[in-house]
């Protein structure tokens, strides 16, 4: 079992920055890939961005590419999501999954995520 919990989320302008943080416990989340998804009011949930086990292979929605960065420190089991240059469609809440694997995916299905955490809300004001 991996338990995830999301920190971090809030209320921001346009333009801003926020950083968001996912806190893994549990049997080795060293061995997981790790995704975030955001549901916002009304529609389906998407992929922002997810990162392979170790790090090396990351993938990110085309919406936020070049805002926003995945990042994970396995010795201290957290993943973080810099998100620069907040747009109003950004707003959200943010969930952190993890999903078991130890090869080069970065799998941007949430249907292969075995975890999930209980989300973060990202408010982005005009």
């Known amino acids: 079992q991996v338990q995830l919990v999301e920190s971090g989320g809030g209320l921001v302008q346009a333009g801003g920055s926020l950083r968001l943080s996912c806190a893994a416990s549990?049997?080795?989340?060293?061995?997981?890939?790790m995704g975030w998804f955001r549901r916002a009011p009304g529609k389906e949930r998407e992929v922002v961005a997810s990162?392979?086990?170790?790090?090396?292979?990351?993938r990110y929605a085309d919406s936020v590419k070049g805002r926003f960065t995945i990042s994970r420190l396995n010795t201290v089991k957290t993943i973080d999501l810099q998100m620069n240059s907040l747009k109003p469609e950004d707003t959200a809440i943010y969930y952190c999954a993890a999903a078991q694997s130890t090869t080069w995916a970065a799998p941007v299905n949430p249907a292969s995520y075995d975890y999930w955490g209980q989300g973060t809300q990202v408010t982005v004001s005009s």
């Open positions: 549990g049997r080795t989340p060293g061995n997981y890939a």
């Open positions: 990162i392979n086990w170790n790090g090396v292979n990351r």
